[in-house]
T-cell receptor, first 113, second 108 residues
Framework: DADVTQTPRNRITKTGKRIMLECSQT?????MYWYRQDPGLGLRLIYY???????NKGEISDGYSVSRQAQAKFSLSLESAIPNQTALYFC????????????FGSGTRLTVV | KNEVEQSPQNLTAQEGEFITINCSYS?????LHWLQQHPGGGIVSLFM???GKKKHGRLIATINIQEKHSSLHITASHPRDSAVYIC??????????FGGGTRVLVKP
């Protein structure tokens, strides 16, 4: 099993729908992140969490919300999806025990039509 | 101006050639990551370094903190090295800032 698992891998949804992307990890890392990647742009940070009760906005948090349900789970929600949220979404983890090295999930390709 | 600049943006090499990818950054950092993204989209962490040089197989990463510059070298390149390579300085709060990536194609 992958250390960082994202579900779903691919999703097509309609404008205005609520959608949740899920991330779970078996690394035991305390820090979790959600990034999006658009063609021609680098990855950009949406939200991050350093612990279960810690949630922080990244550079592009508008239109998104997150939930850290447990140390191992970090979910990203799009409350009302819009077409410009079509992107590749990555969850990642890091931890001081790993020297803050990062582990990435395989990504979720989201298309909003 | 981007905080992280990678060059070149695209690179085509013949199998066996030596490849160098450069990364310059303007932010203060505690470390710098080199990531590899294959056509399928998954991202793999290759290196995390804060000084000097690291080597893993045919890959070598160097960093000069004073000059705010890092390089990734691929020796004896192989078609399976074809991927996008991303430089990501790690700054305050251990957050990453990402370069735009270098698309590498190694032809047999």
């Amino acid at each position: 099993d992958a250390d960082v698992t994202q579900t779903p891998r691919n999703r097509i949804t309609k404008t205005g729908k609520r959608i949740m992307l899920e991330c779970s990890q078996t690394k035991g890392h305390d820090r979790m992140y959600w990034y999006r990647q658009d063609p021609g742009l680098g990855l950009r940070l949406i939200y991050y969490s350093f612990d279960v009760k810690d949630i922080n906005k990244g550079e592009i948090s508008d239109g998104y919300s997150v939930s850290r349900q447990a140390q191992a789970k970090f979910s990203l929600s799009l409350e009302s999806a819009i077409p410009n949220q079509t992107a590749l979404y990555f969850c990642a983890t890091s931890d001081f025990t790993a020297g803050y090295g990062y582990t990435f999930g395989s990504g979720t390709r989201l298309t909003v039509v | 101006k981007n905080e992280v600049e990678q060059s070149p943006q695209n690179l085509t090499a013949q199998e066996g050639e030596f490849i160098t990818i450069n990364c310059s950054y303007s932010v203060g950092i505690s470390a710098l990551h080199w990531l590899q993204q294959h056509p399928g989209g998954g991202i793999v962490s290759l290196f995390m370094l804060s000084s000097g040089k690291k080597k893993h197989g045919r890959l070598i990463a160097t960093i000069n903190i004073q000059e705010k510059h890092s390089s990734l070298h691929i020796t004896a390149s192989h078609p399976r090295d074809s991927a996008v390579y991303i430089c990501a300085p790690q700054g305050a709060g251990n957050k990453l800032t990402f370069g735009g990536g270098t698309r590498v194609l190694v032809k047999p």
